[in-house]
């Protein structure tokens, strides 16, 4: 019987250290898996940093191209008054030329009238 329990004992030593062997494999199993996912995690946070940053560059960019969008708009509707003004100006320029060409025709009309000697019915009335 003791030579029973020696056996014994000896196949729970056996055991034991059995054991211990697959709790120490499995501890570096699970901290190799740690590590991994340490890692992991430190990647797809660096990522995440550089798509916040990318994504605030698209932002900023953004608001440029509304900034040059607006200033465009400005500019196409500044051109459109500019025509209208022009526009105008010229009319006014053709008014001006055309009135001018009226008061040239007169004075050369009135340069090559006889003078017109005044009739008895072209007299002033007092009354």
Do not use: C, Y
Not at 35 to 53: C, D, F, N, P
Not at 80 to 93: G, S, Y
Request: charged residues 35%.
């Amino acid at each position: 019987m003791v030579r029973a329990g020696g056996l014994r004992v000896m196949e729970l030593r056996a055991d034991l250290e059995s054991k211990q062997k697959q709790l120490e494999e499995s501890a570096a199993a699970v901290a190799r898996l740690r590590r991994q996912q340490e890692q992991e995690l430190s990647g797809l946070k660096r990522k995440l940093r550089e798509a916040h940053l990318e994504l605030e560059a698209r932002r900023l960019e953004i608001a440029a191209f509304q900034e040059k969008i607006k200033a465009l708009e400005m500019l196409t509707r500044n051109a459109v008054t500019n025509e209208a003004i022009d526009h105008q100006v010229r009319r006014i320029a053709e008014q001006t030329r055309h009135v001018d060409e009226l008061h040239a025709e007169r004075a050369w009309d009135s340069a090559q009238e006889p003078p017109r000697q005044p009739r008895p019915d072209d007299a002033p009335t007092d009354h």
